[in-house]
C-alpha cells in the first residue's frame, strides 16, 4: 500500500465522518463517499489495499464501530451498488457486494481462509441477487392477519363484511 492510496482512503473516511450521521438513512447525505467507494472498488489494486487499510484502521481502534457501520450501510445501498457494479440508474443489480469481517460462517462456506478469520481481515463478499418471489393472494392475507393480530377466521370473517369487493 502506497502513501497515495493511504491519503485517499483517509478521505474516504474523514468525509464520512464530517456527514456527521445519526442514522441509516441519512447516510445518503454523504457526498462523494459512494462514488469514492465504487472507485476504489472498481480498482483492482486499490481494493485490495482498502480491505488492508480498512482492516488495520479498525483494529488500531482509529476507525469505531459506529464508523464500520455506517460504511456497511453506504455500501449496501443500491445507488452505491449500481455505482459498484457499473450500472446506470435503472438497471437492476443481480449481485451485491457487502464489506464483511472474516468470521465462522463465512470460513464454512469458503468465502473467507483461516488466516483472514484469526486477523478478522475485512473482506469484500459478492453474492448473487435472488428474484423477489411474487407474493400470492394467501401470503397477503397471512400478512395482514399477523400484522392485525386476527385471532380466528370468525373475526376475519367479521372484517370481510365490511370489505367493498369490486
Do not use: H
Request: charged residues 30%.
Amino acid at each position: 500500500m502506497n502513501k497515495t492510496q493511504t491519503t485517499k482512503f483517509a478521505k474516504i473516511i474523514t468525509s464520512l465522518r464530517n456527514a456527521d450521521i445519526t442514522n441509516k438513512e441519512s447516510i445518503n447525505q454523504i457526498d462523494g463517499v459512494a462514488d469514492s467507494i465504487a472507485k476504489v472498488y472498481r480498482s483492482g489494486t486499490d481494493s485490495v489495499a482498502w480491505l488492508e487499510w480498512f482492516t488495520q484502521q479498525v483494529g488500531n481502534g482509529s476507525i469505531k464501530p459506529k464508523e464500520v457501520k455506517l460504511m456497511q450501510n453506504n455500501i449496501g445501498k443500491k445507488a452505491t451498488q449500481r455505482k459498484m457494479f457499473s450500472l446506470d440508474d435503472k438497471a437492476k443489480p443481480t449481485q451485491r457486494a457487502r464489506l464483511m469481517k472474516g468470521n465462522k460462517t463465512l470460513f464454512a462456506e469458503g468465502l473467507c481462509t483461516q488466516r483472514q478469520l484469526d486477523s478478522k481481515a475485512y473482506l469484500w463478499i459478492v453474492d448473487a441477487i435472488k428474484p423477489a418471489t411474487e407474493k400470492t393472494a394467501k401470503d397477503k392475507l397471512q400478512a395482514i392477519i399477523n400484522d392485525f393480530n386476527i385471532e380466528s377466521l370468525d373475526k376475519l370473517l367479521e372484517i370481510a363484511k365490511e370489505v367493498d369487493f369490486k
